[in-house]
């Protein structure tokens, strides 16, 4: 599932690609992903217009067209973008298509439909709309605003971390490695955590994301001491050499060593 390091990735891609050409068309092949904005509304902003910079908040890559609006897109669980020049090369589930007078096109595809795209006159407004807290990577969010909102919470702290509405960005994946780097049991109660705890935690959540994208969110690149490369090969810990476990935590499949991250 795009998580935070996945969709900057995109943004990088998008801006590398797709800025500054002039888009001849927009096609929506499906109208139920929409958000707050119709079909022919979508296509009336895009056509004959440019897309000229792109931010991302959280899991939300946001691109502003040279007519003012943004357009917003969310990954869901599968989605992603493709920058092709001949029609084959077009992805199996387009659901927004962009031809650009150049002759070539971006493809937003989205196999399971559980990502979104809408138009917002403002990220700003529709981050304040949705209820996002603050991006992960966001330099103003510092370690004694982080302390706080994990001191605040009875929830473990699995679930903090992947709370779009405390942190935006971080999903299951990226959570188990920032608890695995910290040395932190993924299903201990957020408030118990101690002041040391939660500032290695903090640390370890920006140097977890930072490194996910310049290694461009792909796991063959990683770190050989990440956790997420081992999680589905030999199961062994990179850093005790003990056997991974797997756990249903917060209602999600979540990997960690238990000599490692204890309790
Ligand atoms: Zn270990």
Not at 15 to 27: Q, Y
């Amino acid at each position: 599932m795009p998580e935070l390091p996945d969709v900057e990735v995109f943004r990088q891609y998008m801006a590398s690609t797709a800025f500054h050409k002039k888009i001849s068309a927009a096609t929506v092949f499906s109208k139920e992903m929409l958000e707050s904005v119709s079909a022919p509304q979508l296509k009336k902003i895009l056509e004959g217009q440019t897309l000229e910079s792109g931010l991302r908040h959280g899991k939300y890559l946001f691109t502003e067209t040279s007519n003012g609006p943004w357009l917003v897109l969310h990954f869901g669980m599968t989605g992603f973008l493709k920058y092709f020049k001949d029609p084959d090369h077009q992805p199996s589930h387009t659901r927004l298509l962009l031809d650009f007078a150049n002759g070539y096109h971006l493809a937003y595809d989205c196999q399971r439909k559980l990502g979104m795209m809408s138009l917002t006159d403002a990220p700003g407004d529709f981050i304040r709309k949705s209820q996002l807290g603050p991006d992960a990577l966001d330099p103003d969010l510092d370690v004694d605003q982080f302390e706080q909102m994990v001191k605040e919470t009875t929830a473990i702290i699995k679930s903090t971390l992947m709370n779009q509405n405390r942190i935006a960005g971080i999903g299951n994946i990226y959570s188990d490695e920032m608890l695995f780097q910290a040395g932190i049991h993924p299903g201990a109660r957020s408030q118990d955590l101690s002041k040391t705890e939660i500032k290695r935690l903090y640390g370890e959540l920006k140097k977890v994301l930072q490194k996910a994208i310049e290694a461009r969110a792909d796991p063959n690149r990683f770190p050989d001491s990440f956790i997420i490369p081992h999680r589905r090969t030999d199961r062994v810990c990179p850093k005790c050499s003990g056997d991974i476990e797997k756990a249903k935590i917060a209602g999600r499949t979540a990997y960690f060593c238990p000599r490692c991250q204890q309790k």
